[in-house]
């Protein structure tokens, strides 16, 4: 039976969670939908983490990629990235994993983004946890004002979500463009990376926030491109990656400076990272 | 009064006696040098120790322990050890270090593993007699604690002084009632053993005091002393492995030949290793050995003290100095260095 975390519980033991739903994205991605054998909803803020364990293999952070507005299960998308990220790809629908968390901070969807404009800068995989916060906004979206989503890959076949991507495209008050590094016989859309979409947004820099989650060498350039807008730190929530084993601010790894991104991270507002040497 | 004053024979006597009714671990001799293990007769404690090997983290965090076990069916039981023990002839900068773990288990999240052992000991601690060759706890105030262990041991003249500060402290104590209480004299005597071996355990001179410490590490993030020393840096970790307040670690799984049952183990790492810092995709966030060497100072002076209120996260036991083949690792040698750009 499951019980509500108390203090003296293990913060490192997984609960076990059943895959709904287990399909291929890309070459390397794969997308799932988890429910917790508790019965209980994950409970996870847009842009948070969980630690998944693939019992006898091992335990990876993960990011949960579906909004807390959609009930009963939660999603994950998985990149193909080493020992426990291949056995997640091997789990079918039925099979079992560990979940501990969710973890750490989250985007301030009920906080500085309410009544905003809002712009996401996605590039790669990064779009799977920012995807947490744009379904929120959508489920919400008397609450946010004009939303910009830009989305960068390096070739076509690696963009996820091409189908949900559309259904948003097509939103009132919602502009979606996307760049691919490189494209191929069949691409006619834009190629550059991602900047290449900020050169004409058109940002009232006051009552705007950005979203920024994408390669660790995409963050420098998308803020400088912010900044030409007049958007300030202040306005800017980055997502930051890193080596993570515990999630709970005890195995170090994390560490960005003195900062701790499991716990005061992943998502940082920008002003306060923007000094602190180790982090973009 | 629980302050006894023991001579060598009824100490010996009592601390066979321990043995028998209790788990007790004590320092002894390997080799040429010393070390914490399961003591069976008090003979073999060597109280006159300089330093040991390995700090007693390994008995509240071992290099390697089960967090919990596995299986395919049940999926994962916590496995908690759950054994109460006594540590016999901790050094107070070693105490010190204990506490400050202590803090960082307990904390926000708690850390059942590490806070179990921890409620499981009684700890003695004996005041330093014989200093080791590399030891400034004298300039970090750990050369002497006043709180925190249950039984404090120093040694005066011939004979012992032995305090029972908490009650499992005292009760182990039990078998020392026929000794006598110590006089107001002993005790105060006890104070000058304190104020000499602050002065003893110096055998580096360190020109700034800790509380300095964070500060000029932050102004000193540029400094090119990170690169010139860690460029003899060979990445082994050693200095880190034998740190008493270090405690980072790996998280792994062990499946057994069945394939469908086994242990996720905790084992020690540490931020001087290489992939400390890689990520998916073979980003290293900290590639450069001096990235890596200015964070383990950074984290000993300025990380972690912000997160135990302030403490300096080096107790000054000179193990580091001494497990570094390069000869690098030495934080009064850094330190030093910081402080003369001022
Ligand atoms: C907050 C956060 C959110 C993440 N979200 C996602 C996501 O939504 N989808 C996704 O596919 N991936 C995500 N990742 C990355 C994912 O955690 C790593 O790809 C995964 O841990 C690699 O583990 P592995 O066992 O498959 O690879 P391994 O075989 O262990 O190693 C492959 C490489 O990954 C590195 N690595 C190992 N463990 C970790 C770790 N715990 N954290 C980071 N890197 C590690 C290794 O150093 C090595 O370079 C996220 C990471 C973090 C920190
Ligand atoms: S940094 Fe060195 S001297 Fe300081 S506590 Fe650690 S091992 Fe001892
Ligand atoms: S012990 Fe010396 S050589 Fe080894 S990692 Fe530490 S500083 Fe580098
Ligand atoms: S992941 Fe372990 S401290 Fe952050």
Redesign the interface.
């Given at each position: 039976m499951e019980t509500t975390i108390k203090s003296q519980d293990d913060i490192y033991r997984p609960h076990l969670a059943t895959v709904l739903k287990s399909e291929p994205m890309t070459a390397m991605e794969r997308f799932f939908e988890l429910k917790l054998d508790s019965g209980r909803e994950l409970g996870n803020k847009p842009g948070q983490f969980v630690e998944v364990s693939v019992l006898g293999i091992g335990e990876a952070p993960i990011s949960v990629s579906s909004s807390p507005t959609q009930k009963g299960s939660f999603q994950l998308v998985v990149r193909n990235a080493g020992n426990v990220t291949r056995a997640i790809h091997n789990l079918k629908p039925g099979d079992k994993l560990g979940i501990r968390g969710p973890f750490g901070t989250n985007f301030p969807v009920e906080g500085t983004m309410k009544g905003k404009d809002i712009i996401f800068v996605c590039g790669g995989l990064g779009l799977a946890p920012v995807r947490s916060a744009i379904n929120y906004v959508m489920d919400n979206r008397k609450n946010y004002g004009n939303v910009t989503i830009l989305y960068g890959c390096r070739n076509p076949v690696e963009r996820l979500f091409i189908n949900e991507v559309k259904n948003w495209a097509s939103k009132d008050r919602v502009t979606y463009t996307e760049t691919v590094d490189r494209g191929d016989e069949n691409w006619k859309g834009n190629v550059g990376v991602i900047t290449t979409l900020m050169t004409d947004m058109s940002v009232d820099p006051g009552k705007t926030v950005a979203i920024v989650c994408g390669p660790p060498v995409m963050y420098k350039f998308a803020i400088m491109s912010l900044y030409k807008t007049g958007m300030t730190a202040d306005n800017i929530y980055v997502s930051l990656e890193r080596h993570m084993k515990c999630g709970v601010g005890k195995c170090g790894h994390c560490q960005i400076n003195g900062l701790y991104a499991c716990q005061e991270g992943p998502v940082f507002k920008y002003a306060d990272v923007a000094e602190v040497k180790e982090a973009i | 009064m629980s302050i006894k004053r023991v001579d060598l024979a009824t100490l010996t006597t009592w601390i066979d006696g321990l043995t028998k009714k209790e788990r007790v671990i004590g320092v002894q001799a390997k080799g040429d040098r010393f070390a914490f293990g399961p003591l069976a007769r008090a003979a073999d404690l060597r109280l006159d120790y300089d330093v040991t090997i390995l700090p007693p983290k390994t008995f509240f965090q071992p290099p390697k322990e089960t967090?919990?076990s596995?299986?395919?069916t049940s999926?994962?039981?916590?496995v908690?050890e759950d054994k109460p023990f006594v540590l016999f002839g901790v050094h107070p900068y070693d105490m010190a270090a204990i506490l400050q773990m202590d803090e960082?288990?307990s904390q926000?999240?708690?850390?059942?593993?590490y806070m179990t052992r921890r409620k499981n000991a009684t700890i003695v601690v004996v005041d330093v007699y014989r200093v080791s060759p590399n030891v400034f706890a004298g300039s970090m105030g750990t050369s002497h604690i006043e709180d925190g262990y249950d039984i404090l041991i120093t040694k005066i003249g011939d004979d012992y002084l032995v305090d029972g500060k908490t009650m499992s402290g005292k009760s182990l104590m039990l078998g020392l009632v026929a000794a006598p209480d110590a006089s107001e004299s002993w005790i105060e005597q006890r104070k000058m053993v304190w104020e000499y071996n602050k002065q003893r355990l110096r055998k580096h001179d360190l020109k700034v005091p800790p509380s300095k410490w964070p500060k000029l590490l932050e102004e000193g993030?540029d400094n090119p002393i990170w690169e010139e020393r860690a460029n003899l840096c060979y990445s082994c970790g050693s200095c880190v492995l034998v740190c008493p307040t270090c405690?980072?670690?790996?998280?792994?799984?062990e499946?057994n030949w069945d394939?469908?049952?086994?242990e996720?183990i905790r084992v020690w790492?540490g931020?001087m290793l290489t992939d400390?810092?890689?990520?998916?995709?073979n980003?290293n966030?900290?590639k450069d050995k001096s990235?890596r060497f200015r964070?383990r100072y950074?984290?000993k002076g300025?990380?972690v003290p912000?997160k135990i209120g302030g403490q300096i996260a080096c107790v000054g036991c000179g193990r580091c100095v001494t497990a570094c083949t390069a000869n690098i690792a030495n934080p009064v040698e850094v330190m030093n260095r910081l402080a003369e750009g001022e």
């Open positions: - | 967090l919990m596995f299986n395919k999926g994962y039981q916590s908690v960082i288990f926000g999240t708690y850390d059942v593993h993030y405690y980072c670690f790996d998280v792994r799984d499946t394939l469908s049952s086994g996720r790492d931020c400390f810092a890689t990520v998916a995709g980003h966030f900290r990235a964070h950074l984290r300025k990380y912000t």
